[in-house]
């Protein structure tokens, strides 16, 4: 596949997580659920994943220079590294967060 098509699916998918972020978010909004805005927590941070893998493209592509005579391909794995830790942060810190609150808010008493 090539830089192009590459970059292409890239902004397709970002652009796909975005709108499923956005209902999600949404959705979690009008019902109150605290699992639906833990997803769209972890589909936010779906898109960033694309950006960071957009900017791996970029950086990685770059032709060699005098201090990197091999080139920069190798960029792309230190982008794929920050890009795995924040879907890892962004949605496991989101869910512990919204499981503490949800835990912690006070619900009506039911009557016997």
């Given at each position: ?72 391909g190798q960029e792309r794995y230190f982008w794929s590294l920050p890009a795995a830790f924040g879907i890892f ?24």
């Amino acid at each position: 596949m090539n830089r192009s098509a590459r970059r292409t699916v890239l902004v397709v998918a970002g652009a796909a997580d975005l709108v499923v972020a956005a209902t999600k978010l949404l959705a979690g909004l009008v019902s109150g659920s605290s699992a639906m805005l833990a997803e769209a927590a972890h589909s936010l941070a779906d898109t960033l994943n694309q950006v960071f893998l957009l900017t791996s493209l970029r950086q990685g592509s770059r032709p060699p220079a005098e201090a990197h005579p091999f080139g920069y391909g190798q960029e792309r794995y230190f982008w794929s590294l920050p890009a795995a830790f924040g879907i890892f942060v962004a949605g496991a810190g989101f869910s512990v967060f919204e499981g503490i609150l949800a835990m912690t808010r006070t619900r009506p008493q039911e009557s016997l």
